[in-house]
């Protein structure tokens, strides 16, 4: 079983469209956990951070589950620029700091 | 721009030669990690260094090894090449070895093995 896994769609949607991401992990040490995006064959990017209480920026919503082991990113009034794959990614740490990337879902926004 | 940068952006080798590849840290930091990622996979850990020392390692084997020089820009060795090392390498910088740390990625060299 992957420690980090997502669904990798594709998920295709209108603009304007609410749009939610979910992912599980399994490592229970895993200690932070973040969204990156990465534009297609370009480097991943932070997109944010997620918290147990949940955080917010913008048209995102980001959520953390530590009982279920589970995260979540909410994209509202999706626009065409949001299509990318986002990377759910949560971080552990027995020797090196390392992030563990799940395999990623791809979005795609149509007009 | 994270101010991460790697060399070269693209290289085709064939199966059985060995490939270095560059990184150059943002200014200031002091530890570099190194990932692959294959096609429609998520990037994997290949190993951290931290002033100059390893400082853990994914699951990949003896032949991928690593350098960080006293200005912290780091190398990633491969010998004997095979098909499957084909990937995009990332290169990420980070002040500290915090889990919760930023880390800032370089664009990433394609590697294509033949």
């Known amino acids: 079983r992957k420690e980090v896994e997502q669904d990798p769609g594709p998920f295709n949607v209108p603009e304007g469209a609410t749009v939610a991401f979910n992912c599980t992990y399994s490592?229970?040490?895993?200690?932070?956990f973040f969204w990156y995006r990465q534009d297609c064959r370009k480097e991943p990017k932070l997109l944010m951070s997620v918290y147990s209480s949940g955080n917010e920026d913008g048209r995102f919503t980001a959520q953390l589950n530590r009982a279920s082991q589970y995260i979540s990113l909410l994209i509202r009034d999706s626009k065409l620029s949001d299509s990318a794959t986002y990377l759910c990614v949560g971080t552990s740490k027995r020797g090196a700091s390392k992030l563990t990337f799940g395999t990623g879902t791809r979005l795609q926004v149509t007009l | 721009e994270t101010g991460v940068t790697q060399s070269p952006t693209h290289l085709i080798k064939t199966r059985g030669q060995q490939v270095t590849l560059r990184c150059s840290s943002q200014s200031g930091h002091n530890t570099v990690s190194w990932y692959q990622q294959a096609l429609g996979q998520g990037p994997q850990f290949i190993f951290q260094?931290?002033?100059?020392?390893?400082?853990g390692r994914g699951n990949f084997p003896p032949r991928f090894s690593g350098l960080q020089f006293p200005n912290y820009s780091s190398e990633l060795n491969v010998n004997a090449l095979e098909l499957d090392d084909s990937a995009l390498y990332l290169c990420?910088?980070?002040?500290?070895?915090?889990?919760?740390?930023?880390?800032?990625f370089g664009s990433g060299t394609q590697l294509s093995v033949l």
């Open positions: 260094y931290y002033r100059e020392e390893e400082n």
């Open positions: 490592n229970s040490a895993s200690q932070s």
């Open positions: 990420a910088s980070s002040f500290g070895v915090a889990t919760n740390e930023k880390l800032f």
